[in-house]
């Protein structure tokens, strides 16, 4: 039997629900805890950290796409 993986929840950025792959998505760590960030918050954070010398967040490919399972 094989199906296809992927979550949905709120991202933490601006609160706005999405579909993710819960292995790949960019997160947050909030008191201990993952939140995932969406593409949109992503693509808006990006370039301040380039600006504050920090480096840009890594979007792994597939992150926001489902993932088959076996």
């Keep these: 039997m094989s199906g296809y993986m992927f979550a949905t929840?709120?991202?933490f950025g601006?609160?706005?629900m999405f579909c993710y792959?819960?292995?790949r998505v960019p997160s947050i760590r909030v008191n201990g805890v993952r939140?995932?960030?969406c593409?949109?918050?992503v693509d808006v954070?990006?370039?301040r950290r380039?600006?504050?010398g920090?480096?840009?967040i890594e979007v792994l490919p597939g992150a926001y796409d489902p993932e088959e399972c076996v």
């Design 50 to 52: 380039v600006k504050n």
């Design 35 to 37: 939140e995932p960030v």
């Design 54 to 56: 920090l480096a840009p």
């Design 45 to 47: 954070a990006n370039p």
């Design 14 to 16: 601006c609160h706005r």
């Design 21 to 23: 792959n819960p292995e």
């Design 9 to 11: 929840s709120e991202c």
């Design 39 to 41: 593409q949109h918050c």
